[in-house]
């Protein structure tokens, strides 16, 4: 009897071990996909700098090439064109909303690296009553999935639409994406490794609970979409 207790004591803390080293070793997993997923946030950002940069000193020898030939009007003329030109980043968001306009255009730059046709329609204030670190949570989950599976399709055709509309006192949000037909749709996650994948959508329902808003969830054959709504003040 005595040996059997010691037994399964030995048992029960060699499995707790293993339990431990298991959780540890899960963390360090995840904790590294998070620091690659940023290393490539900013390599993405690195070679738009290097772009711009690059077309920018063509700008500049195209500019100096008027002003040698002492054409002012043609450098006027050639100044509106560069004002009306997309430089570097094709798709960089300014709403005056800092947190809102950083991580928008990040998940843009990621989207567009990977040939997905993003498509914006943004009207809010600047001083947006969501804590920064809310934003970046809903909207930078919400996109990973978006952009995760515009990836898991075959066709060319990968496309997220953004809309973002401040209207009576309230925030309007809808993210519309392409994605794969699924024979049994769920909301959580399509990848084996659930345990670690599967955080993005609670995490946004957890953000958005702290505004009593709540996500609201549609599954069509080509799209995924993803609706909430956030009272700027209370009803």
């Known amino acids: 009897m005595l040996f059997s207790t010691f037994s399964a004591l030995y048992l029960y803390e060699h499995l707790a071990e293993q339990a431990e080293t298991i959780r540890n070793q899960e963390q360090y997993e995840q904790h590294l ?16 700098i290097k772009k711009f940069k690059h077309d920018y000193k063509n700008f500049l020898i195209g500019l100096q090439a008027y002003f040698d030939n002492n054409d002012i009007t043609g450098a006027s003329n050639y100044m509106k064109k560069l004002g009306e030109k997309k430089i570097g ?22 989207a567009e690296s990977k040939k997905i046709t993003v498509n914006t329609k943004i009207q809010i204030p600047e001083d947006m009553p969501i804590d920064p670190t809310d934003i970046c949570v809903i909207f930078g989950n919400a996109l990973d999935n978006a952009i995760e599976a515009c ?9 997220i639409d953004i809309t973002i509309i ?40 957890t953000a958005l609970s702290k505004y009593n808003a709540e996500p609201t969830i549609e599954r069509t054959d080509t799209e995924f979409i993803l609706k909430f709504v956030i009272f700027t003040k209370e009803q």
């Open 33 to 48: 996909k998070t620091q690659l997923k940023h290393l490539d946030e900013i390599l993405i950002t690195q070679k738009q």
């Open 89 to 110: 980043n094709s798709s960089v968001i300014e709403t005056g909303n800092i947190a809102l306009d950083a991580i928008l255009s990040t998940k843009i730059a990621i």
């Open 151 to 159: 990836g898991r399709m075959d066709t060319a055709n990968k496309r």
């Open 166 to 205: 401040c209207r009576d006192k309230a925030i309007l949000c809808k993210i519309v994406n392409t994605a794969p037909k699924c024979k049994k749709c769920t909301f959580g996650t399509s990848k084996s490794d659930k345990q670690n994948h599967g955080f993005g959508l609670g995490n946004i329902k």
